[in-house]
T-cell receptor, first 113, second 112 residues
Framework: DAGVTQSPTHLIKTRGQQVTLRCSPK?????VSWYQQALGQGPQFIFQ???????QRGNFPDRFSGLQVPNYSSELNVNALLLGDSALYLC????????????FGDGTRLSIL | GEDVEQSLFLSVREGDSSVINCTYT??????LYWYKQEPGAGLQLLTY?????DMKQDQRLTVLLNKKDKHLSLRIADTQTGDSAIYFC????????????FGTGTRLLVSP
């Protein structure tokens, strides 16, 4: 039973570029959340997708967008990259419902030059 | 507002017990979680507790919740060198959407 898988593992971009990160949820999970973890910090919630719609969003600008497809996989897109976007981007999946625990992938390390 | 605080660092000897503490501010939090992160890896779910419980035990892990003081602790019995990692406390935001608010993490160092 595969857990949460994310791709790519590492990515290097330059300022102003755009990036797409991908996530496949754990089998049986229908809800996907994205988090940004800066170095030495705890993860910060970006947004959550359920039934192919964004249903909750954290304090991130519109440069951060996403989508979810019918098989529950999800993408995180970031436009006009800034140096401050350098971080580990974590995808978490869960079953829908209060208290359902979120299971995390190993993340995508994004470096902006 | 939501805020989760943890001490930054804990050092113990192998075989001792470790206690990692966490305080949270959102009184509407219904679930509280503990995650472990090893270098270069994502977060591994260790355990979680519902806010109407005081204690939960799972093998070497014991979670204590003091809802009045909004204090959560994770005790690891017989700590091993493989337990060295960063431990994050997280609170569910109580809305049912499962947004998690994380602390800054406690780095646990276990020496032989």
């Amino acid at each position: 039973d595969a857990g949460v898988t994310q791709s790519p593992t590492h990515l290097i971009k330059t300022r102003g570029q755009q990036v797409t990160l991908r996530c496949s949820p754990k089998s049986g999970h229908d809800t996907v959340s994205w988090y940004q973890q800066a170095l030495g910090q705890g993860p910060q919630f970006i947004f959550q997708y359920y039934e192919e719609e964004e249903r909750q969003r954290g304090n991130f600008p519109d440069r951060f967008s996403g989508l979810q497809v019918p098989n529950y996989s999800s993408e995180l897109n970031v436009n006009a990259l800034l140096l401050g976007d350098s971080a580990l981007y974590l995808c978490a999946s869960s079953r829908n419902g209060q208290g359902q625990p979120q299971h995390f992938g190993d993340g995508t390390r994004l470096s902006i030059l | 507002g939501e805020d989760v605080e943890q001490s930054l660092f804990l050092s113990v000897r192998e075989g001792d017990s470790s206690v990692i503490n966490c305080t949270y501010t959102d009184s509407s939090s219904t679930y509280l979680y503990w995650y472990k992160q090893e270098p270069g890896a994502g977060l591994q779910l260790l355990t979680y507790i519902f806010s109407n419980m005081d204690m939960k035990q799972d093998q070497r892990l014991t979670v204590l919740l003091n809802k009045k003081d909004k204090h959560l602790s994770l005790r690891i019995a017989d700590t091993q060198t493989g337990d060295s990692a960063i431990y994050f406390c997280a609170e569910g935001d109580g809305t049912g959407f499962q947004k998690l608010v994380f602390g800054t993490g406690t780095r646990l160092l276990v020496s032989p």
